[in-house]
């Protein structure tokens, strides 16, 4: 099975911006699709966005929409997550997750490979 690992995280002030980038272990990461979801203390884990296996279609939250890009590159065995204007309210662990299929999967149970997570901080 895959293994996925975050990068990128980090202290960024508000209205600043991140880049997230996940690196996947091996090959089949081609056949996977891909999200980012992040958890704030005390609350549930949030889906951000998710992007499907071959690069060409992506599903934002509400939440980001228009602040926020994922992209993959599938030779390197990368997805990132380019987030703008960030808010202090955003400050969380981000986590990469990933699960074989064609479509695109919003909800956290969907997915069956998950990365240990990278902590990003917004200050006010």
């Known amino acids: 099975q895959v293994q996925l690992v975050e990068s990128g995280g980090g202290l960024i002030q508000a209205g600043g911006s991140v880049r997230l980038s996940c690196l996947a272990s091996?090959?089949?990461?081609?056949?996977?699709?891909m999200a980012w979801f992040r958890q704030a203390p005390g609350n549930l884990r949030e889906f951000v966005g998710t992007?499907?296996?071959?690069?060409?279609?992506?599903l934002y939250a509400t939440s980001v929409k228009g602040r926020v890009a994922i992209s993959r590159d599938n030779r390197e065995k990368t997805v990132d997550l380019q987030m703008n204007g960030l808010k202090p309210e955003e400050t969380a662990v981000y986590y990469c997750a990933g699960r074989r299929g064609y479509y695109l999967y919003s909800r956290s149970e969907d997915y069956d490979v998950w990365g240990r997570g990278t902590q990003v901080t917004v200050s006010s």
């Open positions: 992007i499907n296996w071959s690069g060409d279609n992506t």
């Open positions: 091996d090959d089949t990461f081609k056949s996977y699709a």
